[in-house]
């Protein structure tokens, strides 16, 4: 069964914006720690940024000023609000529960061209 479902993914153009949405179930969202990671072809997954269930951030270095994390608990859904895009930034974005070895959504395609 899926329990991270994500949306908001697409294609935008450098300098644009995008958000990424993650919605979880109840006993997972109020468990782990929610987070965005990202791939890029032929590259190691890595991490963008995470939340902890006390609100606690960390983003990498990349998109720090750029991208902003939130969680709704009331929604037990996880956002992830992209702004001043760069074709850096095209990946698959995985919403994550638990870290690394925790739980994964299937993947949004973002792209970021002209």
């Known amino acids: 069964q899926v329990q991270l479902v994500e949306s908001g993914g697409g294609l935008v153009q450098p300098g644009g914006s995008l958000r990424l949405s993650c919605a979880a179930s109840g006993s997972i969202f109020s468990t782990y720690v929610m987070g965005w990671y990202r791939q890029a072809p032929g590259k190691q997954r890595e991490l963008v940024a995470d939340i902890t269930r006390g609100g606690t951030i960390t983003y990498a270095d990349s998109v720090k000023g750029r991208f902003t994390i939130s969680r709704d608990n009331a929604k037990n859904t996880v956002y992830l609000q992209m702004n001043s895009l760069k074709p850096e930034d095209t990946a698959v974005y995985f919403c994550?529960?638990?870290?690394?070895?925790?739980?994964w959504g299937q993947g949004a395609q973002v792209t970021v061209s002209s």
């Open positions: 994550n529960a638990g870290r690394q070895t925790g739980l």
